[in-house]
């Protein structure tokens, strides 16, 4: 195997140790965060959210880049070099003994591995989308699509172009005024793009951090509730229509245990009170924040750059004297 190949495998399984460990770590330390976080405006903790579940692979690409680019031989990598290997001179590149066999196997592995959790849901995703439009007509006075059941939903489907899925059942048993809170509520999912947000999140983060019912997910998914929520409340101009809405929407479920697709959450009462407390004013603007982020992750990977320069050299050295 030639060395520039066993160097992105190095890379690649390097850079997946660092991301599954740096999310253990945040998800060790999560808890302690959250009471302050679930202090924000919900819009805030939308943005403050899928940052920190982006952080642990934010902090993976960077290290793993800045660890193999020949100019990091002036950050102090340096100076820990191993007789006759010459760590600033070069990138870490392991060649020889059964670690050059064994890197590509599981560099394919976790490739492998991460299709396997990027596909099936997208697949999915798309596929219930093109189901939903294809029984749905278009309602261009109410800028959504209607579908003619007896079920009460109202749903946004899609990732990238996500539209609003209204059911006949919903805008004949609400009034006026409730189907027109849901209807904003919808609209502003789809122009968030909460979907497409809360599916990077749960990709980006490993899965001691997000993924189904863990805590990050969850109070993402809570988050983007109540931002819509929000959202509604503003367009309508009345908040208390909008908790009126939610309650008789989640009313005309076929079943009590049955989550409301109307109000996307089974935390209907943390939203009631959201929407009845005074609003709070959003302080965490996404620009500066995916500024703040990126600036943490790679201020982050600068710091432990030399602690990983020195262990994948030991690793190499290590190769090289066995028999």
């Known amino acids: 195997m030639s060395p520039l190949a066993t160097s992105l495998a190095l890379a690649l399984v390097l850079a997946g140790a660092i991301w599954w460990l740096s999310g253990a770590l945040l998800a060790l330390l999560y808890p302690l965060l959250r009471t302050r976080i679930t202090r924000l405006a919900a819009g805030s ?24 680019l020949p100019a990091t031989r002036g950050l102090g990598v340096a100076a820990h070099c191993h007789e006759g290997i010459g760590c600033g001179a070069h990138a870490p590149v392991v060649s020889g003994g059964a670690l050059s066999l064994l890197l590509p196997l599981l560099a394919v592995a976790m490739l492998a591995a991460g299709l396997l959790r990027i596909l099936p849901p997208l697949r999915r995703q798309g596929r219930r989308a093109r189901q939903l439009l294809a029984l749905s007509q278009r309602d261009d006075s109410r800028d959504c699509a209607i579908i003619e059941s007896d079920s009460v939903f109202a749903l946004t489907v899609g990732l990238l172009r996500p539209q609003v899925v209204l059911s ?31 599916w990077l999140a749960a990709l980006a983060a490993p899965r001691l951090l997000s993924g189904a019912g863990r805590p990050l997910q969850r109070d993402l998914h809570a988050a983007c509730e109540q931002a819509c929520d929000q959202e509604a409340a503003l367009a309508l101009g009345d908040r208390l229509d909008v908790a009126d809405a939610l309650l008789t929407a989640e009313g005309r479920l076929p079943t009590p245990d049955q989550k409301a697709p109307a109000t996307g959450e089974s935390h209907l009462h943390a939203r009631i009170a959201a929407l009845i407390a005074p609003p709070q004013p959003e302080r965490l603007p996404l620009p500066l924040l995916v500024i703040g982020v990126t600036a943490l992750a790679l201020g982050a990977a600068l710091v432990g750059l030399d602690t990983l320069h020195h262990s994948a050299e030991r690793v190499q050295e290590w190769v090289r004297v066995q028999p």
């Open 45 to 68: 903790r939308c943005h403050l959210l899928s940052a920190l579940a982006a952080l642990p692979l934010l902090f993976a690409v960077a290290a793993t880049v800045l660890l193999h």
């Open 168 to 198: 006949r059942a919903l805008l004949e048993q609400l009034e006026p005024r409730q189907g027109a809170a849901v209807l904003l509520h919808e609209k502003a999912h789809a122009r968030r793009r909460d979907s497409l947000r809360q």
